[in-house]
């Protein structure tokens, strides 16, 4: 084989060899998913969120919503009829929604300041001796002395 061919061949080798590792590098890159469900957001390589939509009817649920679709169809089969995953799926997203559109305050930032302020003024106003945490009330090394 002629040096010219060889080089060509290794060419072409790194080229394709280049092409998979940038292929590589996408489905490792972190992107961010939101939950179907629960709308919980979190980082994931392009690959696992693949992994999961495939599980998933093509949606993406976190791992919390996926226990719950587990339990809705452990739950279902104790009872008398089986449900699979794609029912107790449409199940747990139907709970979600009708949780969110009943519990979520109109503006839960205000919501979380009021909280965290009442929690300080309440500590605030508690007595400082029950602020001081735990007093020994005598060594534990006094029976050893005796």
Not at 20 to 41: D, H, I, R, Y
Not at 69 to 91: P, Q
Not at 96 to 107: H, M, T, V, Y
Request: aromatic letters at 4%; proline letters at 2%; charged letters at 30%.
């Amino acid at each position: 084989m002629s040096a010219t061919m060889m080089r060509k061949e290794a060419a072409n080798v790194t080229g394709i060899e280049s092409q998979s590792s940038a292929a590589a590098k996408m489905k490792n890159e972190v992107l961010f998913a939101k939950c179907e469900c629960c709308g919980l957001t979190e980082e994931c390589t392009e690959a696992y969120i693949a992994r999961v939509r495939e599980r998933n009817q093509g949606r993406w649920i976190c791992g919390l919503c996926a226990e719950a679709v587990k339990d809705e169809m452990v739950r279902s089969s104790s009872s008398e009829r089986r449900i699979g995953r794609e029912e107790a799926l449409n199940r747990h997203m139907t709970f979600c929604k009708k949780f969110r559109a009943n519990s979520l305050p109109k503006n839960p930032t205000d919501e979380l300041i009021s909280a965290v302020k009442q929690l300080l003024l309440r500590s605030l106003d508690s007595p400082r001796s029950s602020r001081q945490g735990l007093v020994r009330s005598q060594s534990c090394f006094s029976a050893i002395d005796s």
